[in-house]
């Protein structure tokens, strides 16, 4: 009782004697809260210089990867390119359909393989992919998904037994081509449903997306990020070393419809989903999840233990081959 009213008779009375009528408190305040408006000033200053700083990097690290990339004769960069394989009389084909930022050359020597037993097979370049991050960043997810199913088209006039392969975001655009296209079989390959949440990432990755993406126009990506965990395979994988945010959100715009249940209930033909547990970057439960929603009785599963999400490339890759293989050989 003493401290308080102690404090109070000095608090109440100034250095001088002279009484204190509250002008030395309100000062008081107002001198912090000037201190906290321009310490905040200053943050928000600091935070726009660091963004304005990251952007002209980004911007710098785009031109030198558009430079450096080596391209073949028609611009396209090496490990991109479209590409047709196998007897042009066959009576069955097959589209592969690569992932997000990648490139043809995504699923190893798996178009070679079903190419050498009489698959004729078309390997796919996505709009936007192969050439520029900047091409990315100027489609749509319309655009992605009308190329999809206009390749599938064209192939299933050619060739009624049609199978899908799909690695990624090509395993969602191909469960969407698939309602219409009704393929002889779909494979989906580490299909993106979803992206895979860590503790340590804090918000939800959709949720940084949409936070960051309008203020941030190119994520880095680089080797580092190559989700396999055979380190070799790091260099022999096509991907944009630079990823555009809109790109980011077309992926996630393609697999929210590819997981719609309307979608989901009109895939009827067999499916062969291959995927690891430890896939850091498309969700095996969002895939679980589509998968089981989708109306197909022939479902086949394989769990990859040694592999990450690239698995045409990681350890597990001779059984991916090998599963593939042997189901698009099952279908009548």
């Known amino acids: 009782m003493l401290f ?3 404090t109070g008779a000095l608090s109440d009375t100034l250095p001088s004697g002279i009484p204190n009528n509250g ?38 690290g785009v031109n030198i990867e558009d430079r450096s990339a080596a391209r073949d004769a028609s611009g396209i960069r090496i490990g991109a390119e479209e590409r047709i394989l196998g007897p042009e009389s066959a009576s069955s084909a097959v589209l592969f359909v690569h992932g997000f930022v990648g490139g043809g050359n995504n699923f190893g020597e798996m178009p070679e393989v079903l190419a050498a037993h009489g698959w004729r097979v078309r390997v796919m370049r996505l709009p936007g992919h192969g050439t520029s991050p900047r091409d ?45 296209v009704q393929p002889a079989g779909l494979v989906l390959a580490a299909p993106y449903f979803g992206i895979t949440y860590r503790w340590y990432y804090g918000l939800r990755p959709e949720t940084w997306t949409k936070l960051l993406a309008p203020v941030v126009p190119y994520f880095y990506k680089g080797r580092l990020f190559l989700q396999v965990n055979r380190k070799e395979a790091k260099a022999e994988i096509f991907s944009y070393t630079w990823i555009p945010s809109r790109g980011l959100r077309t992926l996630m715009e393609i697999g929210r419809r590819a997981g719609q249940p309307e979608v989901l209930s009109k895939i009827h033909c067999p499916i062969l989903w291959l995927h690891s547990q430890g896939d850091v970057a ?5 895939a679980q999840k589509a998968i089981d929603a989708m109306a197909s009785t022939l479902k086949e599963t394989v769990w990859l233990g040694r592999s990450n999400h690239h698995i045409f490339w990681d350890y597990d890759r001779e059984q991916v081959q090998q599963a593939i293989l042997g189901f698009v050989e099952s279908l009548p």
Do not use: C
């Not at 001198?31 to 700083?53: D, E, I, P, Q, Y």
């Open 4 to 6: 308080f009213f102690g």
């Open 23 to 60: 002008y030395g408190k309100e000062e008081g305040m107002e001198k912090r809260g000037g201190r906290w408006r321009r310490f905040s000033l200053f943050g928000v200053v600091a935070l726009a210089v660091v963004f304005l700083l990251y952007t002209g990097v980004a911007q710098i």
């Open 136 to 180: 990315f960043a100027r489609q749509s997810p319309d655009d992605l998904v009308s190329a999809v199913r206009r390749e599938a088209e064209q192939l299933k006039q050619r060739y009624p037994k049609l199978v899908l392969v799909g690695h990624s975001m090509g395993g969602a655009l191909s469960t969407i081509a698939a309602v219409e």
């Open 282 to 286: 498309a969700a095996p439960d969002a």
